[in-house]
């Protein structure tokens, strides 16, 4: 039995206890691990592990033993309960004796869990689970995570109260971090609003989100972006100070430009532009670079593209000019670029 979708993510969470196997591959570990983490626990329950009623399984070792599958489905532990059967990083080489120990499967055995990577179409473990009544087969693939996957992982962390702004950025989050990292913000956004009953806000969701850019170096970006020329001089020295060097500053720079130009160009509106950028911008930050584009303009920002590219060829040339005094001309120059 193959399942997709909201289907899956359902079955994730309440798997069948009446199945003899359930098979969990893609091409991302992270995203697989997750997913047979929630099964088990939902076979198993929290006291499942402790209680030796999981039971887990190389699939190198099955090679050497194909007969430790079958012990493993029929041993009998001390602690009541349904018991899981856990082989990790199979492949087509283990189909046969995966499909030897699910053929002699009965009610009352333990429900056999499998993990693998990308597998075809054609792949010989595939067509022991897919065909089988008995199995369930899930592929899991890097499409973006759906509305209802991404409200089940903000409920496990108590987060039921969300503004609409604030649930926005989560799914732009969501959509840009991988499965662990995303949900590892929740987790701390969980922790963060702990006994507050107001509602999740953007702005706190921008404050626990992973940081990209030192805040220091955002603060000269939009001094540059917001034509506040006299500004730049001091948070340039700040960042001096730092170690911060003039090519990672005009890296920046550039990174902070383009997206500006991707959201004044964009047929979509700038919203949408914006929207598609990665690393996500949200939140405040998103708020203030969509003015920030409406008062430049496509046709000046590419003006200014063109300034910070020439920039980063003199600091990666022989010129013997003073590169943080290159870069600070520059950034400058930027800020007095009046529409």
Do not use: N
Not at 78 to 86: E, I, K, L, Y
Not at 144 to 155: F, N, Q, V, Y
Not at 211 to 223: K, M, P, Q, V
Not at 307 to 316: A, E, F, G, S
Request: net charge neutral; charged share 25%.
């Amino acid at each position: 039995m193959i399942l997709k979708g909201a289907e899956a993510a359902r079955y994730f969470a309440k798997p069948d206890p009446s199945k003899a196997g359930l098979l969990i591959f893609g091409a991302d570990t992270m995203r697989v691990a997750l997913r047979r983490q929630e099964a088990i626990a939902a076979l198993i329950g929290p006291e499942g592990e402790a209680e030796m009623r999981l039971t887990r399984m190389a699939a190198g070792d099955l090679r050497r033993d194909p007969a430790m599958l079958l012990d493993a489905l029929k041993a009998q532990g001390f602690f009541p309960g349904p018991r899981v059967a856990f082989l990790e990083e199979a492949g087509d080489a283990h189909a046969p004796a995966i499909a030897a120990a699910l053929k002699d499967w009965r009610a009352g055995d333990a429900q056999l869990v499998v993990t693998a990577g990308s597998l075809t179409a054609k792949s010989a473990l595939r067509k022991v689970f897919e065909p089988a009544p008995h199995c369930v087969c899930i592929g899991l693939y890097d499409d973006p995570p759906s509305r209802e996957e991404i409200e089940d992982t903000l409920r496990r962390a108590g987060l039921r109260s969300i503004d609409p702004a604030a649930m926005t950025d989560l799914t732009t989050l969501a959509r840009a971090l991988d499965p662990g990292d995303f949900r590892q913000t929740v987790e701390k956004i969980g922790l963060y609003k702990h006994g507050d009953s107001a509602p999740l806000t953007s702005a706190e969701v921008a404050l626990m989100a992973p940081a990209t850019i030192e805040a220091d170096l955002d603060d000269i970006l939009h001094a540059a972006a917001e034509h506040r020329a006299a500004e730049i001089s001091p948070l340039l020295r700040r960042l001096e100070g730092q170690g911060v060097q003039p090519v990672a500053l005009c890296i920046a720079a550039l990174r902070h430009f383009r997206i500006l130009h991707a959201a004044a160009s964009h047929p979509g509106g700038a919203s949408e532009g914006i929207a598609r950028m990665k690393p996500p911008v949200f939140g405040p930050r998103c708020d203030r670079m969509l003015r920030q584009a409406s008062g430049w303009g496509m046709h000046r920002l590419e003006q200014a593209l063109a300034l910070l590219v020439d920039t980063d060829m003199t600091l990666r040339s022989a010129s013997r000019a003073p590169h943080m005094a290159v870069m600070e001309r520059a950034l400058i120059r930027l800020s007095m670029m009046k529409r």
